[in-house]
Structure formats: structure tokens, C-alpha cells
């Protein structure tokens, strides 16, 4: 049996948080198999072993998203990591490095 991911493939069907690229905090949901505030296990902003930070964010002034990277301890918007497709909502773009950081064993950074 292979062990459980570190991360969910998708956000949650009832998430409050669907889009919100900032969210790495649910909020939790009454009623449901997680009714208190926990992190987020889709959100995620992960680093491979050089220390490059690999996370999603937005074209400056478009809704589309992709994964960008970045040098830890730098500041700017980072690089576009071209070998992902732009995506039309911040979840799928997520999904994408999500998996990628996966494949990759990437660490998940938590601070």
C-alpha cells in the first residue's frame, strides 16, 4: 500500500477557499470531517534541494497562473517555470505543482 500524499490532488468540494491563492489556512468546515481552522493540504509552496522555491501565483493583471520559482531568502516575483502550462484558475495551477513536486520530491515548505 503506498502511503498518503502530503497534499491533496484538489481543493476540498465544499472549500471556502476555491481560488484564493492565499489561503494556506482552511478555515474549516461545520459539519464536515474537518470542522476546525488546519492547513491547508493543497495549498503549498515547496523547494528542491538547491533551495529554489517553486509556487503559484498570477500574470501581473490577467487571470492566469502558472508556477513561478525564486532563490529562499530572495525578493521579486521569481521566474516563470515555463515547462507548466498557464492556467485559467489558480486550483489548476496548483494542481499542476502539486504534482510536479511530487514527482520531483520536493519538500513542502512550512514557514
Partial sequence: MSAVPEYLPFRCCMCPNINKPAALICPGIPGSLHPDEEPCRFVKIYEDGRGWRYFVRSQVGLHSYRTFYLKAGQL???RSY??????????????????????????EVTN
Fill in 76 to 78: 521579486g516575483n521569481g
Fill in 82 to 107: 515555463k515547462t507548466l502550462p498557464w492556467q485559467g484558475s489558480f486550483d489548476k495551477a496548483q494542481a499542476d505543482l502539486n504534482a510536479l513536486a511530487a514527482r520531483k520530491h520536493w519538500k
